[in-house]
C-alpha cells in the first residue's frame, strides 16, 4: 500500500528510516580484526554505482596502516565518467583504486597489476633477501558488491560462493590464488545509518536485505532520483516524460509493463518490483547514483 500524503499540491513518499546490522556482522568484524594482523594488504570492493554509499569508514580504520587497493565493481552497470571520476579522487589521496567487472574476464588483468604494486616494496623486499613469500589479502566491504566474485576471476575459477544478494558469505574462506591468498569475508555495514540519503543508494543495489526494506519507499526514491539525473532512460524504457511525480511515474511504468488488475487498478507492487530489477540489472541504463561531493571528508 503506497502512504503518501500532500504537500503544496504534489504527492511525496514518506520514507521508513533504514537500518540494517544482523548479528553475523558483528562476528564478521571481530574475525576480520583478528585476522588484519596476518595480511599484507586490503582489497576494498565498492560498487561503481555507489562508491561513497558502499563505503564503510570502519573496515578503513581496521585496516589501519595495510595498503588498501579499491575496485570498483560493476562498472559495466555505471555511468563511465562518473566511475572515472570516483577513481580519480580516490587516487588524489595516495591510494590505488581500480574499476572493474568481475564477472567478465577483461578486468583480470588490470586487477592482477593493481593487487601486484600493492605489494611491490614487499615483494622487492624478499627478493633481496633471496626468498619468495605468500603474500596475503583480506578482501572486505559491504554486501552484494561482488567481493567473493571478484576473487573468483583473480583465482581463474569458482572458489568462493557468490550470489545476487545481501549476506550470501556467512565466514570466512581462504583463497589460493597463485602466489597470493585472499581472505574472503562477510558484507559489513555500518551499525548505524547516519545518512538516510546513502542508505537508500544501498537499497536500490541489493547491498541491504529486500525482505525488510519497503519496496514502495525504495521504488518511488528510485524514479524520484532517476528524473533528476537520467531522464532519458526513463523515457526510453517506460515512456516517462517530465513534470511527473514518483507515483505518476510508477503508474507509466505499470501502464508500459501491462501490470493492471481487475477493474483497470495499477498493480503497483509487480511495478516497484520492475523498477528495481531493471535498474539493478541494468536494463534502465548507465547509472552511478553517487556523486563526488558525497564522499566528501571521507579518508581513503
Known amino acids: 500500500m503506497l502512504k503518501l500524503f500532500a504537500f503544496y499540491g504534489r504527492f511525496k513518499v514518506i ?17 576480520m580484526e583478528e585476522n588484519v594482523a596476518v595480511c ?23 585496516a589501519g596502516a595495510k595498503p ?28 590505488i583504486a581500480v574499476k572493474a567487472t568481475a564477472t567478465g574476464a577483461s578486468s583480470k588483468k ?34 552484494n558488491t561482488g567481493k567473493s566474485t571478484v576473487i573468483n576471476l583473480l583465482a581463474g575459477s569458482k ?10 558469505t556467512k565466514s570466512k574462506q581462504w583463497i589460493r590464488c597463485g602466489t597470493f591468498e585472499l581472505l574472503d569475508t562477510p558484507g ?24 525488510i526494506l519497503d519496496f514502495d519507499d525504495v521504488a518511488l526514491k528510485l524514479l524520484e532520483e532517476t528524473a533528476e539525473r537520467y531522464p532519458k532512460y526513463l523515457n526510453e524504457r517506460y515512456g516517462i516524460e517530465g513534470g511527473l511525480t514518483p507515483v505518476e511515474m510508477l503508474e507509466k511504468v505499470c501502464l508500459r509493463r501491462g501490470f493492471i488488475l481487475k477493474g483497470k487498478e495499477y498493480d503497483y507492487e509487480r ?30
Open 15 to 31: 520514507m521508513k528510516h533504514i537500518q540494517w546490522f544482523p548479528g553475523h556482522m558483528t562476528k564478521a568484524m571481530r574475525m
Open 110 to 143: 588490470s586487477l592482477m597489476a593493481a593487487v601486484d604494486k600493492l605489494v611491490e616494496e614487499k615483494r622487492k623486499k624478499s627478493a633481496e633477501k633471496g626468498y619468495n613469500r605468500t603474500f596475503r589479502f583480506m578482501v572486505v566491504g559491504v554486501p
Open 68 to 95: 588498501i587497493l579499491y575496485v570498483l565493481n560493476k562498472s559495466d552497470l555505471a555511468d563511465a565518467n562518473k566511475t572515472d571520476g570516483f577513481i580519480k579522487l580516490i587516487q588524489s589521496s595516495g591510494a
Open 188 to 211: 559489513t555495514m555500518p551499525p548505524a545509518f547516519e545518512n538516510q540519503y546513502l542508505a537508500m543508494h544501498l537499497a536500490f543495489v541489493g547491498s541491504i536485505n529486500d525482505d
Open 271 to 300: 511495478g516497484e518490483r520492475a523498477v528495481v530489477d531493471d535498474f539493478r540489472k541494468g536494463r534502465l541504463g548507465y547509472i552511478t547514483l553517487d556523486l563526488p561531493e558525497d564522499a566528501e571528508g571521507y579518508v581513503f
Open 40 to 62: 599484507d594488504g586490503i582489497i576494498y570492493v565498492l560498487d561503481a554505482r555507489c562508491p561513497a554509499a558502499s563505503y564503510n569508514p570502519k573496515l578503513k580504520k581496521m
Open 159 to 168: 572458489r568462493a560462493i557468490t550470489g545476487d544478494k545481501a549476506g550470501v
